[in-house]
């Protein structure tokens, strides 16, 4: 996989873009391009109701320092967040998320974008995917070229019946180490093994990818655009 130019990782919640593509774009920066997160949702504040106001906005910002340390160790240049409610996308309207994308489009002017798979049982997810797809319309002076969705672990597998169904594979044996250092930044939403978002099942799915073509560890995606 041989990109030159930068990178635009668009994610629904902190952790995500580790989780989908982290070892990928660990290992497109080394072969020198430039890589950019867009987190859309605030990423926790569906789990709590009732919660004292203060409490909420502290959590957000220490989540929003474990999302800053895990792009770091990926080596990704900056991260843009923004404010959707977690798990509220639907209540803000697509047109509000595809802005905020064509805001950082144009600061960023991406060549590459990873973002979510249409096919996941989270809802900010699907939504995401389809503002991409929209804020990335396929018009003559488009700068991007290609466009790839991942998977998201305790997400994408849950979603019933299965369809996530990836067409490209990319070897992280090299960065996979690097892809588990970034999630154990984000100490708040580790969860412990059996779950898939724990550091142990993200090895997992790592291994089993790999195995699917013949490599010890892989991330999978579907091709959204691939012009060449």
């Not at 002017?109 to 979510?116: A, D, G, I, R």
């Not at 900010?124 to 797809?133: G, I, N, R, S």
């Not at 991942?150 to 070897?171: D, G, K, Q």
């Amino acid at each position: 996989m041989k990109i030159k130019g930068r990178i635009l990782i668009v994610s629904a919640h902190p952790d995500d873009e580790v989780l989908g593509c982290g070892g990928t774009v660990a290992k497109l920066i080394r072969e020198g391009c430039e890589a950019f997160t867009l987190i859309l949702g605030e990423g926790i504040t569906s789990r709590y109701t009732n919660r004292d106001k203060e409490n909420v906005n502290m959590e957000l910002m220490e989540l929003r320092r474990q999302a800053l340390k895990a792009n770091e160790i990926l080596g990704i240049k900056e991260v843009f967040f923004f404010n959707f409610p977690d798990n509220g996308f639907d209540s803000v309207g697509l047109l509000n998320i595809i802005r905020v994308i064509e805001k950082i489009k144009r600061e960023v002017k991406p060549k590459l974008v990873f973002t979510h798979s249409r096919h996941d049982l989270n809802v900010d997810h699907k939504l995401t995917y389809e503002a991409v797809l929209a804020a990335f319309r396929p018009l003559p002076e488009e700068t991007v070229r290609c466009i790839y969705s991942f998977e998201i672990l305790s997400s994408t597998e849950w979603r019933y019946p299965y369809a996530f169904s990836p067409n490209m594979y990319i070897n992280i044996e090299d960065t996979i180490e690097l892809k588990l250092k970034a999630m154990e930044a984000y100490m708040s939403e580790l969860r412990e093994f059996p779950h898939p978002r724990s550091i142990e099942g993200i090895k997992v799915k790592a291994m089993q990818r790999g195995m699917e073509v013949g490599l010890r560890y892989a991330e999978a995606f579907e091709v959204i655009r691939d012009i060449r």
